[in-house]
T-cell receptor, first 113, second 110 residues
Framework: ETGVTQSPTHLIKTRGQQVTLRCSSQ?????VSWYQQALGQGPQFIFQ???????GRGNFPPRFSGLQFPNYSSELNVNALELDDSALYLC????????????FGPGTRLTVT | DAKTTQPPSMDCAEGRAANLPCNHS???????VYWYRQIHSQGPQYIIH?????ETNEMASLIITEDRKSSTLILPHATLRDTAVYYC???????????WGAGTKLIIKP
């Protein structure tokens, strides 16, 4: 286990609703990255937070937003949910020293109906 | 825009070495090669990474060609628990962002 936790584990929402997903990073890590993984595909980079600032964003619309808190935990918010938002959402924490390896949480499975 | 190419699937017999190839012909001088794996329905797991030299750790070995345009991940004695999707990814040192492709589904057979 990596020490990265995500909540909730599973979530079912209706199209048009809003959702907040949470991630607690591993101790000592100051960077959190969020990914969306559709069934059968590799993870797609959403954005990254470093010391509470957004530090890079993938090809996702503004209705995907995030926060990082002083303890380096993070939230991913998605507004106006669409059916295509159904996916596994992964968060990964890392530090900017050493190997730059990212430690992933188990993910949150979001289903939009 | 994954920048890496991997075979979609491979089989390997249990106890044998599994050799997973990756092509990254457009790699830049400051890009590292990272390997992760994802066991079904779990978060990805870091395996190994390298820049120019071959690397070995307790999980695997990474062989990078001299021109850096391709690499091979070697699992020396594959077990059934190594069945997973393996991703070869490039990471730019100043960027810290991982851009993933579709990976190779490795199936270890008894």
């Amino acid at each position: 286990e990596t020490g990265v936790t995500q909540s909730p584990t599973h979530l079912i929402k209706t199209r048009g609703q809003q959702v907040t997903l949470r991630c607690s990073s591993q101790s000592g890590h100051n960077t959190v990255s969020w990914y969306q993984q559709a069934l059968g595909q590799g993870p797609q980079f959403i954005f990254q937070y470093y010391r509470e600032e957004e530090n890079g964003r993938g090809n996702f619309p503004p209705r995907f937003s995030g926060l990082q808190f002083p303890n380096y935990s993070s939230e991913l918010n998605v507004n106006a949910l669409e059916l295509d938002d159904s996916a596994l959402y992964l968060c990964a924490s890392s530090s900017r020293t050493g190997k730059y390896e990212q430690y992933f949480g188990p993910g949150t499975r979001l289903t939009v109906t | 825009d994954a920048k890496t190419t991997q075979p979609p699937s491979m089989d390997c017999a249990e106890g044998r070495a599994a050799n997973l190839p990756c092509n990254h012909s457009t790699i830049s001088g400051n890009e590292y090669v990272y390997w992760y794996r994802q066991i079904h329905s779990q978060g990805p797991q870091y395996i190994i990474h390298g820049l120019k030299n071959n690397e070995t750790n307790e999980m695997a070995s990474l062989i990078i060609t001299e021109d850096r345009k391709s690499s091979t991940l070697i699992l020396p004695h594959a077990t059934l628990r190594d069945t997973a999707v393996y991703y070869c990814i490039l990471l730019r040192g100043s960027n810290y962002q991982l851009i993933w492709g579709a990976g190779t589904k490795l199936i270890i057979k008894p």
